[in-house]
């Protein structure tokens, strides 16, 4: 015979339950179940204390157990959750269902199906569901605030921000103790920007639930966005720390690493973060990236690739790829393209795939193809300074003069990226091609001392059109060398010395402004002249019979393109060494190049290392006016030389080559008569470049030594 069970049995043990003793609960429930194996409660409630101890598999035995004995909507609503909880959604939505059947008014139902149908995307009738419970569960129900937190979620996916937001204030209303709807509310803020709210939702979610690892992930985003990086650091730490398998918080500390230059640790986070998920595309991508800036370029490309093969369809990967295998040289130009084209295939207003498109295809001399990848780009982004920049240097490469002066003062144009040029704030306005006759005018520096020394030709152009007064601001080392220049009226290093002018202008504007064409370069040589006080210097130090060659291998390291302009290794002018009668002197400033002396015969004798006595260009250019010949790298020299209308053969490399050089010609219209340009035949290899220049060197030796 069955023995009865007292009611108080059940009670004592919900109690406990209800209290959150949890321990104390199984135990009472499972003494009831010793006495009577079929009390239905007993075998619910014991399933539900089971679940919330983590151990799903016997809660599931007892609560189908119970029902076995008696289908009860209540015990299918908290199957269901666990259902739910253990990843079986479609099994758990059958449970809710059954329960609506049995009790179709039971508003726990009608909630615990919407949040099921809004995890499938079915948001219209998971809405309908959710408001259906909303009003059926009363004011006091624990699941009220579920219930209105679960309507915002639906709310946020259909668009609807602002109902969103209120449906989560609703559940706060109902719940202030339920840290989950402060959370929801601080990301509804959060993705709308609304920093301060956000923050503070997400700062009272965590102090409700302190081991919240989601939210300390999230608000430690907010606070990365905001320049509170610190902050943020701790806090990405502090949610892997309380969710060791977060991999998306590995990842997001990963991208507060790399974007605060941290690239070691910033590895570290991605590698973590795939670890926990190897699929993880955004690690794989942002990886690829690090790598790639950190010159690590074969790792770099197996992580895109390998982001490529989980997700082909993402042009990000396919442009991240272009840009790493362009950076791997002309032997995988053409995966580069291959690899750029895919990307633009999936996303056709892809700026930047256009624009690094075009870059490759200008380093292979296509120039047509990459010309209108430049067009693109700006069709697509019209305030695309890079790309406008790029088109007028591509243009002026060609002597497209008339068509590239426009584009050319995108140089300082807003959201430029590389080598971007700093104006001046002046009280004054920027001269845009008014009327000059009575006025002055500033000329401002800008980009590198070649720059200067090429540009400065146009003062006495300015002083045709009636220019009363011409001040240069420049460096105190060119100032002496530029007070020699005709129509400069003065010469001013201490910008804060600068008195009241009408307007200022920067040197390379000014070919555009006065209207240059290829046929028009004012090159009247020379026009800078050497100070008398530093010809005395140099005069008498320097003569001699020997023809004088001086001699720059390296430019400035900075310049964007100084790995392929610069003789990384002197030993690559070995081939002059065997030209006979030369007293070649080193001109090179940079006291960390190495000097080109070996192999040197033993038979020729090096002449003086000068560089680090030249104080200024107006030492520079006393040293050049003794010479016979410049031989040099694309660097400010060469324009000095050319100012001065001395011979300077110029070394030109083949990768990245100064639009000003333009293509193919062996002299500049620049420098007419002065220059003779020597350029590379194959990219990164001097030697077939050098061993030509030693031919024509003999032939000047020679010429020199004719009566």
Known sequence: MQQDVA??????????????????AVAAYRQILAVDRQHVDALHL???????????????????????????ALILVNLGFLLQDTQRFPVAEAAFRRALELAPDLGDAHNALGKVLRLDGRLDEAEAHIRRALALLPAQSPQLADAYNNLGNILGQRGRPDESAAAYRQAIAAAPEVALPYFNLASHLHARQQWPEAEAAYRRALALQPAFAEAYNNLALLLGETGRAAEADALFHYACALKPDFAEAYFNHGNLLQKTARPEEAEAAYRQ????????????????????????????????????????????SHYNLGNILRAQGSGKSEAAEAAYRRALALAPDFADAYFNLGKLLAELGRLDVAETAYLNALMVRPDFADARWNLAWLRLSQGRYVEA???????????????????????????????????????????????????????????????????????????PLLATVDGVDAVVSDSAALDAHDFWALPLSLPGGLGTTLDSIPAPLPYVSVPPEYTARWRDRLAGEAVKVGLVWQGNPAHRNDAHRSLADPGVLSPLWEVAGVRFISLQKDPSAPLPMRPMPSRLKWGEDLGEELTNFADTAAVIAELDLLICVDTAVAHLAGALGKPCWLLLPATGCDWRWLRERRDSPWYPGALRLFRQSMADDWTPTLHALAGELREFVAARSLP
């Open 7 to 24: 009611p108080t049995d059940v009670s004592v043990a919900l109690a406990a339950h209800q209290a959150g003793r949890l321990e104390e």
């Open 46 to 72: 014991l399933g539900v204390a089971l679940q919330q101890t983590g151990d799903s598999v016997a809660a599931e035995a007892l609560m189908r157990e119970a029902l076995a004995l008696g289908e009860n």
């Open 273 to 316: 973060t795939l670890a926990l998920n190897p699929t993880h595309l955004g690690a794989l991508r942002n990886l690829g990236s690090l790598l790639f800036d950190g010159g690590r370029l074969a790792d770099a490309e197996a992580a895109t690739r390998q982001a490529i093969l989980l997700a082909e369809e993402v042009a990000e």
């Open 405 to 479: 002066w426009p584009d050319v003062e995108a140089r300082y144009a807003a959201g430029r990226s590389d080598e971007a040029v700093a104006l001046p704030v002046l009280p004054f306005p920027v001269w845009r091609g008014e009327p000059l006759a009575g006025k002055s005018l500033v000329l401002w520096p800008e980009q590198g001392f070649g720059d200067y020394l090429q540009f400065i030709r146009y003062a006495p152009l300015l002083k045709a059109r009636g220019l009363a007064r011409l001040t240069v601001v420049c460096p105190p080392t060119l100032a």
